[in-house]
């Protein structure tokens, strides 16, 4: 991944959580459908979360299952640390800093998790990681990846950036938290949703799908077996 990535979110890391319910303007329903999608019958099932950051959606997680064990990975140790105070009563995390792409995981898992995140690889990288997703998940597993797509042609996508920029001006944020935001996107490789779910399914996903759609921000879902 783009050194340029973990830079960039190191500096975020402190305000990370606040700013985000004000860059996404469909905060609720995005991480709500993404909560809802995560299920299995295990009630202490191992789940990993790819990027996981402050730890904003495995958060959400463990409120559903409280005995769940959550491997957080992420590129920014800074981000982790904020994920740390937030998990401090807990000792059910596992903490990894470094590049998921190329991590190995030993144990299978339950669930395989990921917000805002993926977007950042490239094309071909995603590809990779779906496969690498696939393989790490036990049979019935369920992969949920809530993250940024690609508008289907250059139009579409310069109208979902136009509405983005309009909703987050709106919102309340500072002007230098907007344009650090900003700084941020110039980054995103967003691929779009018909060639993610293609991808997904070459990798050997079944009941593909995308399970909510807001503009450039979109649920997956798909399940191993």
């Known amino acids: ?21 004000m860059l996404i303007p469909c905060f609720d329903d995005f991480y709500g459908t993404a909560l809802a999608l995560v299920e299995t019958d295990d009630p202490a099932p191992e789940i990993l ?21 959550l491997t957080l990975v992420d590129l920014s140790d800074k981000m982790l640390e904020k994920a740390l ?20 995981f030993p144990q299978p898992f ?14 071909e ?11 790490l998940l036990k049979n019935g597993g369920v992969f949920v990846n809530a993250d940024q797509v690609a508008g289907p042609t250059p139009e579409i996508d310069r109208y979902y950036r136009r509405r983005w920029l309009e ?6 944020l500072e002007s230098g938290e907007i344009e650090a935001s900003i700084e941020r996107r110039k980054l995103d490789i967003n691929a779009t949703l018909k ?16 399970m909510y759609k807001y503009l450039d921000f979109a649920v997956f879902y798909g399940r191993k077996g």
């Open 125 to 135: 990288a995603k590809r990779s990681l779906f496969a690498k997703v696939f393989r």
């Open 85 to 104: 105070e937030r998990f401090r009563q807990t000792d059910r995390i596992r903490y990894v800093v470094g590049d998921y792409t190329v991590l190995e």
């Open 195 to 210: 060639d993610q779910i293609r991808w997904m399914e070459e990798a050997g996903f079944r009941d593909v799908d995308c």
């Open 49 to 69: 979360d790819l990027g996981a950051g402050t730890g904003l959606f495995s958060g959400m997680v463990l409120q559903k299952y409280p005995d769940a064990r």
């Open 1 to 21: 991944m783009d050194p340029s990535v973990k830079r960039l979110f190191d500096a975020a890391a402190r305000d990370y959580d606040r700013q985000r319910r």
């Open 167 to 172: 909703n987050i001006r709106a919102s309340g």
């Open 110 to 123: 339950d669930a395989v998790i990921s917000s805002l995140s993926i977007h950042h690889l490239p094309h």
